[in-house]
């Protein structure tokens, strides 16, 4: 069975193929830069030479997908949906900034593919919006998630919640070593034992965060303050997780989910805990995953069906219990081991003001944080 | 590059010889048709730097001020001295191995030529994570050491870890381009060295080295600018490059200007390397002779076997059983903890179709290319050819932008589909095809099918029944380094593939991105065995042929 069903991808690949290579050679012939030349045998609807164009192979119960978010997480979500709403999902999957790389260039052409954008962070779902891409969503699907997780003009909503930690060494430190505050890692008796990803999205927008809430200074001194304390640079946030496990660090800072996946590898024992700062500390900052719908859409009403499924029962306690995730529905509880989000008291922030990425890059390349 | 070596050498050949065969190539011009097909592929290749002038023209102060500060330069130079280290690196493991596997008797030497070239196969950020997993702070080889009483092993991390992981993913470049030509290059010269008393030794640096620079240098090259655009591996072993903070600025400011900007800059530095490996090859240049072929005299290592057996092993080690061990240990350790194994057919099929079709479209590509440098050398071959080098170091995010702005903007019906995607593959890989076709092709010479032409046949007759049967391995070669290096291909599979498309490469890199290594590990496993059974059959086949 599996077999078949092989062979016959394949088959269709190759004619796929085929029949491509043949419009190129006919493309190249014509000389690239006129107008496009349709040939027979690729499937381009009529209208291609007008601009707007729909993918030929999507029938009007197909919604592309561009998922920030990882296939492992998302994929089996998306079946779900797939079996309960008969409408196809095509997802595409990549980095979260890429894929908004490539949403912009769409958005540029006038032909936009995505129907959805599900990203990983408040702060690229802020970037297509501003480029006027994204439609409004229906108020029914944003007032389920607390106003603090979506956009005030309705332009995406939030589906599942992240929080900022420090994820520490169970071997090496006490509870009673840890920091009552995120300023506290810049003395000097933590130089050496940092590890951090400067590069990852959720690092940058707590940044941000911190040079809204606590200005521009502030977040310079801190920044400062932790590159003189030479934090080891990891590539992402497993990374520095796993250095806290080897022994390279003490302590990272971190999303909350990553130790939880690193637990469900390496068991139980593994030697690393989560400690969310208290105190509305800014180190315990919750960020959203979230969504939102292409306003050049096709298929407005089947993303919106898609989108209004994320923030529903179901995937609300996928997320909790697969993506170990705060849900932002209310009455769907975490992770027995991880708190509330009201236990967290996360501090007070407009997440659309996370958007100004550009001005926390430049702060961190000015301080050393990144090259 | 290929004119210099038409020019001719300096040593070892009367002048006479040299002539002739000088005369017949560079005298005509070449045919329309042949142009035409180059100029196609040159403005294919060159698609990429024109996206990026036209983004970098859109570029505003903040990015401007981005461009010029100092540490610009500190990065690019440092990313062209990890290139030219790689570059070197690659040469000092590849051109013994070459030997050793081709000319000695080395015991086991067919296994240690499949296992040797095999690491192609394996993602350099893979690589990465096992020689981390290894040779780290709290890898193996430290906690052995540590158990002995041995502390402080030198950090893995910055330039150190970066040039060995690159050298160890890259040699098997220059360790295929030089076994092509050793395997097809009269041993005479040589020989007539020794005969004439030169020590083995001498005769190697002033005959066999010289016989070898165009293959060495191209396999160099493809080091180098593989190491020059690299993101996976730099960034996990925490070395500033250039091309890092290149992803760095498209991924975390969603500027493509002043991305774009700071490519050209890089792309600027690939083209000075390329310019120096033409210069540097330019002085040891020779012809390569066209006698009739015999086989060359075995070498016996004698005691040097086991110097020679622990070269092979610690490489091999290193490049090959490290990172099978560490893709064994995740799966392990994720099953032991309950974790599904999970391996579906749809991304083993969709590799083996994209790598497929890449390295067939590639290998046709090379032809027109090869056939223009070689037959006829002069300005625009040698252009055509460094033009298509340079292009091979766009970063791969640019490069993958690049081709959705101009199927958006020029063949909307091609955006997305599986015919750009490997048009893709095929263009950016070109390099590798075009230059094992074009050291086939030089040893081929052009009196062969002259004779053919004269005896009546039609140029395609000649083609198709004395060229391209003559070019086999060196076309099977370059189709096999476009496979291998589109199967664990990233940027432009993610951005580029038709939505739901997905190759055993973006399984690994979507699981291992999000911690998930046991969920990594089975279709890791499978890339590396399809890659360790397409290059053992491609070098049965080498070993076989005419």
């Known amino acids: 069975m599996e077999r078949a069903v092989f062979a016959t991808r394949w088959r269709s690949h190759a004619a796929r193929v085929a029949s491509g290579m043949v419009a190129a050679a006919v493309l190249a012939a014509c000389n690239a830069g006129a107008p496009p030349v349709l040939a027979p045998g690729t499937g381009a609807s009529p209208t291609a030479s007008s601009g707007a164009v729909t993918s030929p192979d999507v029938s009007s119960t197909t919604l592309t997908v561009y998922s920030g978010r990882e296939e492992e997480l998302v994929a089996p979500l998306i079946e779900r949906f797939e079996a309960e709403s008969g409408i196809d999902i095509e997802a595409r999957y990549g980095d979260t900034a890429e894929l908004a790389s490539i949403i912009l260039e769409e958005g540029e052409a006038g032909d936009v593919r995505a129907d959805v954008f599900f990203a990983q962070d408040a702060g690229a779902l802020g970037a297509v919006a501003a480029a006027g891409l994204l439609a409004p969503l229906d108020a029914t699907v944003l007032d389920r998630v607390d106003a603090r997780f979506r956009d005030d003009e309705g332009r995406w909503v939030g589906v599942s919640g992240r929080a900022r930690v420090l994820a520490y060494s169970t071997e090496r430190l006490s509870e009673d070593d840890l920091p009552a505050s995120i300023t506290e890692l810049t003395d000097p008796t933590w130089a050496g034992r940092i590890g951090w990803a400067p590069t990852n999205a959720s690092m940058q927008a707590f940044v941000t965060a911190f040079r809204q809430l606590e200005g521009e200074d502030a977040a310079r001194a801190w920044l400062e303050g932790i590159v003189a304390n030479d934090p080891v640079v990891y590539p992402n946030n497993t990374g520095a997780v796993e250095g806290v496990a080897a022994g390279e660090v003490d302590v990272a800072l971190v999303n909350h989910y990553y130790l939880m996946r690193l637990l469900a590898e390496n068991g139980p024992e593994y030697p690393v805990a989560n400690h969310f700062l208290p105190g509305g500390d800014l180190g315990s900052l919750v960020n959203v995953a979230g969504a939102g719908i292409l306003a050049d859409s096709e298929r407005a009403d089947a993303a919106a069906r898609f989108v209004d499924y994320l923030v529903s029962e179901d995937a609300q306690t996928y997320f909790s219990e697969e993506t170990y995730e705060f849900p932002l529905l209310d009455g769907i509880a975490a992770d027995p081991r991880l708190p509330t989000l009201a236990e967290i008291e996360s501090p007070e922030i407009d997440l659309n003001s996370l958007a100004d990425l550009q001005g926390t890059v430049e702060l961190m390349r000015e301080t050393g944080a990144l090259d | ?546």
Request: with cysteine; glycine share 8%.
């Open chain 2, 1 to 546: 590059m290929a004119q210099d070596q038409a020019r001719g050498g300096h040593v070892a050949l009367p002048a006479v010889l040299r002539r002739l065969p000088v005369a017949s190539v560079s005298t005509r011009r070449p045919p329309l048709p042949l142009l035409a097909a180059v100029a196609t592929i040159g403005v294919l290749a060159m698609l990429p730097l024109a996206y990026l002038v036209i983004r970098a023209l859109g570029v505003d102060e903040r990015a401007l001020e981005l461009i010029a500060r100092p540490r610009t330069l500190e990065l690019l130079t440092s990313s062209v001295a990890l290139a030219a280290g790689v570059g070197l690196g690659a040469t000092v493991l590849g051109v013994p191995l070459a030997w050793l596997t081709t000319r000695t008797d080395l015991p086991g030497r067919r296994a240690w030529t499949v296992l040797t070239v095999a690491p192609l196969a394996v993602p350099s950020y893979v690589l990465a994570f096992a020689l981390i997993a290894g040779l780290g702070p709290r890898g193996v080889l430290s906690g052995t050491l540590q158990s002995l009483g041995v502390e402080g092993l030198p950090s893995i991390y910055g330039l150190p870890g970066a040039l060995l992981v690159l050298t160890l993913a890259t040699y098997p470049y220059v360790l295929l381009t030089t076994r092509a030509t050793l395997m097809r290059a009269d041993p005479a010269l040589e020989e007539a060295a020794r005969s004439l008393g030169d020590g083995f030794g001498t005769a190697f640096r002033r005959v066999t080295l010289p016989l070898l620079a165009p293959a060495i240098g191209t396999g160099a090259l493809l080091a180098a600018l593989y190491a020059i655009s690299d993101f996976g591996a730099v960034s996990i072993l925490r070395f500033d490059s250039f091309a890092r903070a290149i992803h760095v600025q498209y991924r975390s400011s969603f500027d493509r200007s002043g991305a774009a900007a700071l490519a050209l800059l890089l792309v600027a530095a690939a083209f000075a390397l390329v310019w120096a490996e033409a210069r540097v090859r330019r002085r040891a240049a020779l012809r390569v002779p066209h006698g009739a072929r015999r086989a060359a005299r075995v070498v016996p290592l004698g005691r040097w076997r086991w110097a020679a057996l622990a070269f092979c092993g610690t490489v091999t080690g290193l490049s090959l059983v490290l990172p099978a061990g560490t893709i064994a240990y995740w799966l392990v350790r994720g099953l032991a903890q309950g974790e599904p194994l999970r391996l579906v057919a749809d991304p083993i099929g969709d590799s083996l179709v994209a790598a497929g079709a890449a390295a067939l479209v590639a290998g046709i590509l090379a032809l027109p290319v090869a056939f223009l440098v070689v037959r006829y050398p002069g300005r625009l071959a040698s252009m055509a050819e460094r033009l298509l080098y340079g292009a091979y170091a766009v970063p791969g995010i640019a490069l993958a932008l690049a081709l959705v702005f101009f199927s958006l903007n020029v063949v909307p019906f091609l955006y997305q589909t599986l015919t750009l995607l490997v048009l893709a593959y095929a263009v950016r890989f070109l390099p590798q095809a075009a230059g094992t076709t074009r050291s086939a092709l030089m040893l081929i010479g052009p009196h062969v099918p002259e004779a053919a032409r004269s005896l009546g046949r039609s140029p395609w007759e000649v083609l198709r029944t004395i060229t391209l049967p003559l070019l086999r391995p060196g076309l099977l070669a370059g189709a096999a380094l476009v496979f291998l290096s589109t199967i664990k291909e990233l940027p432009l599979t993610l951005l580029v593939a038709p939505t739901g498309f997905g190759t055993l490469a973006t399984q690994v890199w979507g699981a291992a991105n999000g911690g998930f290594f046991a969920r990594a590990a089975a279709p890791a496993a499978v890339l590396m065995l399809i890659s360790l059974a397409s290059v053992a059959l491609l070098l049965r086949d080498g070993e076989h042929s005419p």
